[in-house]
């Protein structure tokens, strides 16, 4: 071969390569064409796991198939959101039609990304107005840039469960409120074991323990974690200051994060019988509102209570308020049945009935206006504690990003240096981690 | 007409039709994905919308402004050579020594050599659990001698040692092969050495040493680019170690604890398959196979210069 010819080959062969891995990048499209009426199979995926939850599950199907008899539903669970995204993004016929995630994080990709469908159109389509339906911090989770790509299905809230015999045990008479009443009584609620181990903590501040991840409890601070323009402003926010300083003189107080650190990983599996909460080794626990079905299912030994969260001292006022999150559910992008699955989102977010019986199976805070004001909701006192908190005008949930969760990794990251003193300038830390979360955002833009 | 082919031509054609099979793997499995790499390093694209081209906005990115790139890469280079040094020294140690043993040699190369059976996930588990800083059995047997037990898995500074350890446990494979070799340097050589005088270390150095620097160096090769894609046992030792729960809405962060476990091949998962960022995921897979490459060519030089030596 003539030597000039050889470049010209490469060039062409790359540029057919690039050709072919750009036609080959192409997930299948799906369409809203179809008619909700005509038989069909949905595939819904969900992460939900245990016995009583995918009862619970199975039975919300049941009734959605009486209503529908045309749509048949195929449902799987303890489907973890990668593989969700594995799934969508490769597409074909096995690729889920109704998808669910358990967190809020990752809505900004989801919607931003194209991945899960625009569901304005299908909400005008069939007369259901969201403003008069969903609450607002709910609707702002689950949407991105004006893009409602899901629908909550369920809410979280946070707030704290308390050994109650320990306070006795201890004279303490109330939850505390503010955030030095909680290191008083996490102090008094501490007995040491030996030199370096515990025999019960109070509050266990370690942001690897359970649900304490950092964003939880900072939700206390009500944080702005960005500017008008979406750039982070963490080193801006007085509010982060506070949060750290807090958090480390909570582990102070208890005898230091080292020694904490080592007793957190004596604890047993969160969602076994293990958990340190029920077994008496954290006194007061930051969680959501399924533990309480957790604790009597389990028949906790010791009498146990709810409370919110207690809140920085200079902001007693918002005392009530608490980190809010749930599961969301949409539609996917591929599925060539889109009218039926938006029949059975539809059915699953915003029917009344369903709702508040799916709520009160699983024992998760209702989604809806209607369905929060609703009778037949559970009456126990420590569950409906958490609606108080939801419906709190100074609770937070996080703000949606283009790259999903990724600012609350890097905040993690951070608070896991924090916590264990490897920070020493605070402020200039923080002003890199915002260039940070900044860098990552604009690399997830096209 | 029926076409006639020269000769030369038809054997030309012959060759290919032999080459055939490796080059239509060639292609699939490598020219393919290394092209697919280079092109997607260039482009945005999040597995969903159409790549747009960026230009060098990826490779900025990574080496610019991921702050993680560095500790992910400084800890590949980190368990290449402690961990590919020591397990080439303990395989071969534990090969010398197990040659020499008379009565019971079949008891301690199954022994050996059942840690390296385990699936590596299990393996892992079993590992962390044996190390475990709270309740671990090794902490508590050193607790009985008086001695406080590091954190192991759980301490930034022990948990890459604790993934070194782990892949001595699983030495097995390493141990058979340079059994194998040590088996093969013929018996009159250490002979003739014994003749003129030389006692084990020189029977060491000047016979057994030069009849398995191949096995060496193929030990050495291997391990490098193994190590380069080192990934299973960090991803399962960090997420055990930190007792974090892993429900259907949270994603594993590789690196625990404080990413000293953090491993170019995890960064790429990271970034190609939970953030989505395939330019970047191409990117840092690109750096790494440059690397791997170069440390390879380096060796097998280094390997052909020792064995013209030798000629």
Known sequence: ?446 | MAMTLSNPARRRLRTLGFLSPWLVGFSVFFAYPLIATVYFSFMHYNQIKEPTFVGLRNWTYVFEQMPLFGPALRNTLWLVVIMVALRVVFGLSLGLLITKIKTGAGLFRTAFYIPYLAPPVAATVAFVFLLNPGTGPVNEILGTVGISGPNWFNDPDTAKPSLVLLSLWGIGDLMVIFMAALLDVPKEQYEAAELDGAGAWSKFRYVTWPAITPIVMFAVVTGVVQTMQYYTQALVAGKVASGVNIGPGSVIQPGYPDHSTLTVPQLVYQMGFQNFNTGAACVLSLVLFAIAMAVTMLLMRKRSGLLSAED
């Not at chain 1, 009734?63 to 799934?87: C, M, W, Y």
């Not at chain 1, 030199?195 to 690897?208: A, C, D, I, T, W």
């Not at chain 1, 559970?378 to 969760?405: M, W």
């Open chain 1, 1 to 446: 071969m003539p030597r000039w010819r050889m470049p010209t080959c490469a060039s062409a062969a790359l540029a057919a390569a690039g050709l072919l891995l750009s036609g080959c990048a192409n997930p299948s499209v799906g369409s809203a064409n179809d008619d909700p009426t005509a038989p069909v199979t949905l595939k819904f995926w969900h992460g939900w796991s245990t016995p009583g939850e995918v009862k619970a599950v199975n039975d919300s199907i049941a009734r959605f198939e009486k209503l529908h008899p045309n749509i048949d539903v195929k449902a799987t669970g303890n489907v973890s959101d990668e593989t969700i995204n594995q799934a969508l993004r490769a597409g074909g016929d096995k690729a889920p039609d109704v998808v669910s995630s358990f967190t809020t994080n990752n809505v900004g990709q989801y919607c931003d990304s194209g991945m899960w469908a625009d569901l304005d159109p299908f909400m005008k389509k069939t007369g259901l107005d969201k403003h008069k339906t969903f609450p607002k911090t709910l609707l702002d989770y689950t949407s991105y840039r004006g893009n409602q790509c899901a629908l909550p299905l369920l809410a979280d809230a946070y707030g704290m469960y308390y050994n109650k015999d320990a306070y006795k045990k201890a004279g303490i008479e109330r939850p505390p409120r503010t955030m030095s009443e909680f290191e008083k009584v996490s102090k008094k609620l501490t007995i040491r074991s030996g030199k370096n181990s515990y025999k019960q903590v109070g509050y266990l501040p370690n942001f690897r323990f359970y649900q304490n991840s950092p964003d939880r409890l900072f939700a206390q601070w009500g944080p702005t974690y960005f500017d008008p323009e979406g750039n982070s402003q963490l080193a801006d926010e007085p509010a982060t200051y506070d949060f750290f300083k807090t958090t480390r003189q909570l582990a102070s107080a208890q005898g230091g994060f080292r020694d904490l650190e080592r007793f957190r990983l004596t604890f047993g599996d969160e969602m076994s019988s293990q958990n340190a909460f029920l077994t008496g080794k954290v006194t007061m626990h930051l969680d959501g509102e399924w533990r309480g079905l957790m604790l009597d299912e389990a028949k906790a030994k010791f009498d146990w209570g709810v409370a919110p969260l207690p809140v920085p001292d200079d902001q007693a006022e918002t005392y009530g308020r608490g980190f809010i999150t749930g599961t969301v559910a949409g539609i996917a992008h591929s599925s060539k049945h889109q009218n039926a699955a938006w029949e059975l989102v539809r059915f699953l977010t915003a029917d009344t009935k369903q709702v508040v019986n799916f709520a009160n199976a699983i024992h998760n805070v209702p989604s809806t206006f209607a369905a929060l004001k609703s009778p037949d909701l559970d009456a126990d006192p420590t569950f409906r504690a958490f609606f108080d908190i939801l419906e709190n005008k100074h609770s937070k949930a996080l703000p949606p990003s283009v790259n999903g969760g990724a600012y609350v990794v890097s905040l993690g990251d951070f608070a896991y240096a924090v916590e264990s003193g490897r920070v020493g300038d605070l402020r200039g830390r923080l002003k890199k981690l915002d260039e940070q979360i900044d860098a990552d955002t604009l690399q997830s833009k096209s």
